[in-house]
């Protein structure tokens, strides 16, 4: 109570008050351009104390000590007070320290009122609301911000104030505050509307309450329109009055109506999380059989989507005739009387085939005893006619050696460990594939390094056609369940290979794992550099105009990476990705400046090592752009939502952070310190993922997550990591063959209008998402074959030096030498290019490109693939290529 408060006041107009009690000396003014707490034009000022009062505050009902300012002095930028470990309240109780330094000042407790949470309580929900916390937003300090910031005070809330719109933008961002009150009393000072329209804009604000502070409407005036304030995003209006018993009230109705409600219904996302994610059926109506609700298990069994079934009348969808007359009858008796039904139903798909149910219909009951709604829980009943409905692969038939385009000819020459095309043709009735724009699918697992499970697949696929129909039905069962187990490992290595195609494959697809005894060769890691000691590059609207010209291309497949990496002095990552990054809104929706992403693009860059011939952030930004690119094709857009998209951008920016320019297998070989981390496995993706994350959010500066809300980072952080995961090769086939399976089989099927049953919105299910999300990062990270002939020529000759670094490493330290063939004296970089080709990269894009539509990057490869069958007929052993700049 003896305690004098110190008040700090920033140049953003956001006010502090702190009491210490290390110091006797209320008033030590200090100019606020001075010292560690100089507050930023527009930013919060950081301040240790969390809690505090604002200035020229009378005693108010919990008697805090009386503290008065003159108006000139609040206006002057001076600041007072001292600064300790300790801060407490005027009733000498500790207060909570900010979190962040854009956080707002805090209310300090100085009631006799203990705060604590508030236990809620939603149905069979028990939930836990923590103190409510309130942000006033007043340009200047007056009798209406006084009443609600002892309002606040009186009722136990956190209170934060601000003063302008930036500053009230940013903390809210950081506390996301349950009710916001803004003066709307006059307009000079900002326009209290078009601050609230920003606040909406956000993801925060959908559960926050906010309050508009109005004139009081003079006699000769008729009262205003409500309306005007409800359009700009406002819930309730308070006319203007001091009175903080009036304040008081108005928060607590607030908190008791609009709030608790608010808490409620964001409760109510954890439950239809669980639905969402509920392996049954479930099926929502209203009382009148509305269709409310379907989850994905649902929209699955049915082969509606359920932009097909919300709003619908259950009466309007077909019906199967396998029912009783009576049984709709029978249940609705049932369900009307509020009674819980189940028993055994058909219904009929989309497709127009019906299938069994066991089905629970409960009744929801509502305030006074009425019926609300119906919930629906469906399980297939497990008989043999139900075998039918699950989904069918789609079969392909017919030789279609006469129907592939001429860029993919050369891939005659490969040996075929099954005829499984001569099988699948005889006996076929298939139509005619002549007028595919695409190749057929059965195409995609005719190659020589091929899993035991793709051969099981096509062979079934083959004995399907003329098997009697219990028996095919039988078979799609199967088909189903080998779809979904982890057999996609492939057989590698035949001694007849040719041995450019061995190592290269055995380097890429293996550990490599070949240790000598007492030899432990420890892989010493560049120092990474702090992107405290670079250069702040500029903003992405004033670059030179050298790479201002550059980057007015980006969007085109052709654009010339090596020529932004000799403008920018091998700094080509940050410009690209302020320039993509902007282009897909990734700063609006991480609520992140411009300022963060910059230095978080320069941080990721500062870890790349320029050294490597390869692995470099000029790898780093092809990748972006590429992916880019792929984002921008229709039906990849169609697929995936925002988060995805920002995911993958970022996932293509950090994919080689830190790349030593070494491989996995000689790092489990050199027994490095990475390779003991992981435990040999995934070794450099993992450390990519991991270093990234830790490079991200050990600095504010740069973190791009800090005010995206928990849930989404955890989202967003899974789709990082497996996609960068996923460019990991000793999972290439299993990621292409299961891509091939979900998502292009079905929509083959689909556009030749077959009797395939598959859904053809399937794309848009969360796990064929991930599997389109890995294959796009996949095609971006090796699109090099795809690139115009003069940018291949280029990346052949960057991997290769890479690859001959590494051997001339292993030699030196005695290490096993994982790809031999890579000796800078004896490579053929022309053979190893046609077996990356061949064994990678066709496939893989020849998938890619049916989902896609990638014409131009098709012909590239062909060409290509041409040039480099050119050189090697002519027995070319290297190729000279432009040193590098």
């Given at each position: 109570?003896?305690?004098a408060?110190?008040?700090?006041?920033?140049?953003s107009?956001?006010?502090?008050?702190?009491?210490s009690d290390?110091?006797?000396?209320?008033r030590?003014t200090?100019?606020?351009?001075q010292?560690?707490?100089?507050?930023l034009?527009?930013l919060?000022?950081?301040t240790d104390?969390?809690?505090?009062?604002?200035?020229?505050r009378a005693?108010?009902?919990?008697?805090?000590?009386?503290?008065?300012?003159?108006?000139a002095?609040?206006?002057?930028?001076?600041?007072t007070?001292s600064?300790?470990p300790?801060?407490?309240?005027?009733?000498?109780r500790?207060?909570?320290?900010c979190?962040?330094?854009?956080?707002e000042?805090?209310?300090?407790?100085?009631?006799v009122?203990q705060v604590s949470?508030?236990e809620?309580r939603?149905?069979?929900?028990?939930?836990t609301q923590?103190?409510?916390?309130v942000?006033?937003?007043?340009?200047?300090?007056?009798?209406q911000s006084?009443?609600?910031?002892?309002?606040?005070?009186?009722?136990?809330?956190?209170c934060n104030?601000a003063?302008?719109?930036?500053?009230?933008?940013e903390?809210?961002?950081?506390?996301h505050?349950?009710?916001?009150?803004?003066?709307?009393r006059q307009t000079?000072?900002f326009?209290?509307?078009?601050?609230?329209r920003?606040i909406?804009?956000?993801n925060p604000?959908?559960?926050?309450v906010i309050l508009?502070?109005v004139s009081?409407?003079?006699d000769?005036?008729e009262?205003?329109s409500?309306?005007p304030?409800l359009?700009?995003?406002?819930?309730?209006?308070f006319?203007?009055?001091?009175?903080i018993?009036?304040c008081?009230?108005?928060l607590?109705q607030?908190?008791?109506?609009?709030?608790?409600?608010?808490f409620k219904?964001r409760?109510?996302?954890?439950?239809f999380?669980?639905?969402d994610?509920?392996?049954?059926?479930i099926?929502?109506?209203?009382?009148?059989h509305v269709?409310?609700y379907?989850?994905?298990a649902f929209?699955r069994?049915?082969?509606?989507?359920?932009?097909?079934?919300?709003?619908?009348?259950l009466a309007?969808l077909?019906?199967s005739d396998?029912?009783?007359?009576?049984l709709?009858?029978?249940i609705?008796?049932?369900?009307?009387k509020?009674?819980?039904?189940q028993g055994v139903?058909y219904a009929?798909?989309?497709?127009g085939?019906?299938?069994?149910?066991?089905?629970k219909?409960?009744p929801?009951?509502?305030?006074g005893?009425?019926?609300?709604h119906f919930v629906?829980?469906?399980?297939?009943?497990c008989?043999t006619?139900?075998?039918?409905?699950?989904?069918?692969?789609?079969?392909d038939?017919?030789?279609n050696s006469?129907?592939e385009?001429?860029?993919f000819?050369h891939?005659?020459?490969?040996k075929?460990s099954?005829?499984v095309?001569?099988?699948?043709?005889?006996?076929?009735?298939?139509?005619?594939l002549q007028?595919?724009?695409?190749?057929?699918?059965?195409?995609?697992?005719s190659?020589t390094?091929e899993?035991p499970i793709t051969k099981v697949i096509?062979?079934?696929?083959a004995?399907?056609?003329?098997?009697p129909?219990?028996?095919a039905?039988?078979?799609?069962?199967?088909l189903?369940i080998?779809?979904t187990?982890e057999l996609?490992s492939?057989?590698?290595?035949?001694?007849?290979e040719?041995?450019?195609?061995s190592?290269?494959?055995?380097g890429?697809m293996?550990?490599?794992l070949?240790?000598?005894?007492g030899?432990?060769?420890?892989?010493t890691?560049n120092v990474?550099?702090?992107?405290s000691?670079?250069?702040?590059p500029?903003?992405i609207?004033?670059?030179p105009?050298?790479?201002?010209q550059?980057l007015?291309n980006?969007?085109?497949?052709?654009f010339?990476i090596f020529?932004?990496?000799?403008?920018?002095?091998?700094?080509?990552?940050?410009y690209?990705?302020?320039k993509?990054f902007?282009?897909?809104?990734?700063c609006?929706?991480?609520n992140?400046t411009e300022?963060?992403?910059?230095?978080w693009l320069?941080?990721?860059?500062?870890?790349?090592?320029s050294?490597?011939?390869?692995?470099n952030?000029?790898?780093a930004?092809d990748?972006?752009?590429?992916?880019?690119?792929f984002?921008g094709?229709e039906?990849?857009?169609?697929?995936?939502?925002?988060?995805?998209?920002v995911?993958?951008l970022?996932?293509?920016?950090v994919h080689?952070?830190?790349h030593?320019?070494?491989?996995?297998s000689f790092?489990c070989n050199?027994?490095s310190?990475l390779a003991v981390?992981?435990n040999?496995?995934a070794?450099l993706?993992s450390?990519?993922?991991?270093?990234?994350?830790?490079l991200?959010?050990k600095?504010?500066k740069?973190?791009?997550f800090?005010?995206i809300d928990?849930?989404?980072y955890?989202?967003l952080?899974?789709?990082?990591?497996?996609?960068?995961l996923?460019?990991?090769?000793t999972?290439?086939?299993?990621h292409?063959?299961?891509?091939v399976?979900?998502?292009n089989?079905?929509?083959?099927?689909e556009?030749?209008?077959?009797?395939c049953?598959?859904?053809?919105?399937g794309?848009?299910?969360?796990?064929?998402?991930?599997?389109?999300?890995?294959?796009?990062?996949k095609?971006?990270?090796?699109a090099?074959?795809?690139?115009?002939?003069d940018?291949?020529?280029?990346?052949?000759?960057?991997?290769?030096e890479?690859?001959?670094a590494?051997t001339?490493?292993?030699?030196?330290?005695?290490l096993p030498?994982v790809?031999?063939?890579?000796?800078r004296n004896t490579?053929s970089?022309p053979?190893?290019?046609?077996?990356?080709i061949?064994?990678f990269?066709t496939d893989?894009?020849?998938?890619?490109?049916?989902?896609?539509?990638?014409?131009a990057?098709?012909?590239?490869l062909?060409?290509?693939?041409?040039?480099w069958?050119?050189?090697?007929?002519l027995?070319?052993k290297?190729?000279?290529?432009?040193?590098?700049?």
């Amino acid at each position: 109570m003896g305690c004098a408060p110190s008040i700090h006041v920033s140049q953003s107009g956001v006010i502090y008050c702190r009491d210490s009690d290390e110091s006797n000396s209320p008033r030590q003014t200090s100019s606020l351009s001075q010292g560690p707490t100089a507050p930023l034009h527009g930013l919060f000022v950081q301040t240790d104390a969390a809690d505090a009062m604002p200035p020229s505050r009378a005693a108010g009902p919990s008697g805090a000590v009386r503290v008065r300012r003159s108006r000139a002095e609040l206006g002057s930028g001076s600041s007072t007070g001292s600064s300790g470990p300790a801060v407490t309240t005027c009733r000498g109780r500790r207060r909570h320290c900010c979190s962040s330094a854009e956080a707002e000042t805090q209310t300090s407790y100085t009631s006799v009122k203990q705060v604590s949470s508030a236990e809620v309580r939603i149905g069979p929900m028990r939930l836990t609301q923590d103190p409510i916390q309130v942000l006033l937003i007043f340009a200047k300090e007056d009798s209406q911000s006084d009443g609600f910031w002892w309002a606040c005070d009186r009722a136990g809330y956190r209170c934060n104030i601000a003063r302008t719109p930036e500053s009230a933008l940013e903390c809210f961002l950081d506390k996301h505050h349950e009710i916001i009150v803004i003066d709307h009393r006059q307009t000079r000072n900002f326009d209290a509307e078009a601050v609230c329209r920003s606040i909406r804009a956000t993801n925060p604000s959908e559960h926050t309450v906010i309050l508009a502070v109005v004139s009081q409407a003079s006699d000769d005036h008729e009262e205003a329109s409500v309306l005007p304030l409800l359009h700009a995003g406002f819930n309730r209006r308070f006319m203007e009055n001091s009175s903080i018993i009036a304040c008081y009230n108005e928060l607590i109705q607030i908190e008791h109506g609009e709030v608790r409600s608010q808490f409620k219904l964001r409760a109510c996302n954890s439950v239809f999380t669980a639905l969402d994610h509920c392996h049954e059926a479930i099926e929502i109506t209203s009382d009148d059989h509305v269709i409310q609700y379907v989850n994905p298990a649902f929209e699955r069994m049915m082969g509606y989507h359920k932009g097909e079934l919300l709003g619908k009348e259950l009466a309007d969808l077909p019906k199967s005739d396998k029912n009783r007359a009576d049984l709709l009858d029978t249940i609705n008796t049932c369900i009307k009387k509020g009674k819980e039904w189940q028993g055994v139903y058909y219904a009929r798909r989309k497709s127009g085939d019906s299938i069994q149910q066991h089905v629970k219909i409960t009744p929801v009951i509502g305030q006074g005893g009425k019926i609300r709604h119906f919930v629906s829980l469906k399980k297939l009943c497990c008989t043999t006619d139900n075998n039918k409905q699950i989904h069918r692969i789609h079969r392909d038939s017919g030789d279609n050696s006469q129907t592939e385009p001429p860029s993919f000819r050369h891939k005659s020459r490969r040996k075929e460990s099954i005829d499984v095309k001569s099988i699948s043709s005889r006996g076929s009735d298939a139509p005619s594939l002549q007028n595919r724009r695409y190749p057929s699918m059965a195409r995609i697992h005719s190659m020589t390094i091929e899993a035991p499970i793709t051969k099981v697949i096509n062979i079934i696929n083959a004995a399907q056609e003329n098997s009697p129909v219990t028996v095919a039905e039988a078979l799609d069962r199967v088909l189903e369940i080998l779809r979904t187990t982890e057999l996609y490992s492939p057989q590698l290595g035949t001694k007849d290979e040719d041995p450019h195609t061995s190592d290269l494959v055995g380097g890429l697809m293996t550990d490599g794992l070949r240790r000598l005894s007492g030899n432990e060769y420890v892989f010493t890691k560049n120092v990474h550099q702090s992107h405290s000691h670079l250069a702040m590059p500029i903003t992405i609207n004033d670059v030179p105009t050298s790479i201002a010209q550059l980057l007015d291309n980006e969007e085109s497949w052709d654009f010339n990476i090596f020529e932004l990496e000799a403008v920018t002095h091998k700094r080509p990552l940050v410009y690209l990705g302020l320039k993509v990054f902007s282009r897909f809104g990734v700063c609006e929706f991480l609520n992140c400046t411009e300022t963060t992403l910059r230095a978080w693009l320069q941080v990721i860059e500062a870890n790349y090592h320029s050294s490597n011939a390869y692995h470099n952030s000029t790898h780093a930004a092809d990748v972006l752009h590429a992916t880019a690119f792929f984002l921008g094709k229709e039906r990849v857009k169609g697929s995936l939502d925002q988060l995805d998209e920002v995911a993958a951008l970022i996932a293509a920016t950090v994919h080689d952070v830190d790349h030593p320019g070494r491989t996995n297998s000689f790092l489990c070989n050199a027994g490095s310190e990475l390779a003991v981390l992981y435990n040999d496995t995934a070794v450099l993706e993992s450390h990519h993922t991991a270093l990234a994350f830790q490079l991200t959010v050990k600095d504010t500066k740069c973190n791009i997550f800090k005010n995206i809300d928990r849930n989404h980072y955890r989202t967003l952080r899974q789709a990082i990591i497996d996609m960068v995961l996923a460019t990991e090769m000793t999972k290439h086939f299993e990621h292409v063959n299961k891509f091939v399976n979900s998502i292009n089989k079905p929509l083959a099927a689909e556009s030749e209008g077959s009797d395939c049953e598959c859904n053809p919105t399937g794309k848009n299910f969360p796990e064929n998402q991930i599997l389109i999300k890995r294959m796009m990062i996949k095609c971006a990270d090796v699109a090099n074959p795809c690139r115009p002939l003069d940018l291949c020529i280029e990346w052949a000759g960057r991997i290769s030096e890479e690859y001959f670094a590494q051997t001339d490493e292993e030699k030196r330290q005695g290490l096993p030498v994982v790809m031999p063939v890579f000796d800078r004296n004896t490579c053929s970089i022309p053979k190893s290019q046609i077996s990356f080709i061949d064994y990678f990269i066709t496939d893989m894009f020849d998938a890619w490109d049916a989902f896609a539509h990638l014409p131009a990057l098709m012909q590239h490869l062909a060409d290509n693939y041409k040039h480099w069958k050119t050189l090697d007929d002519l027995k070319c052993k290297s190729l000279r290529l432009p040193s590098e700049s």
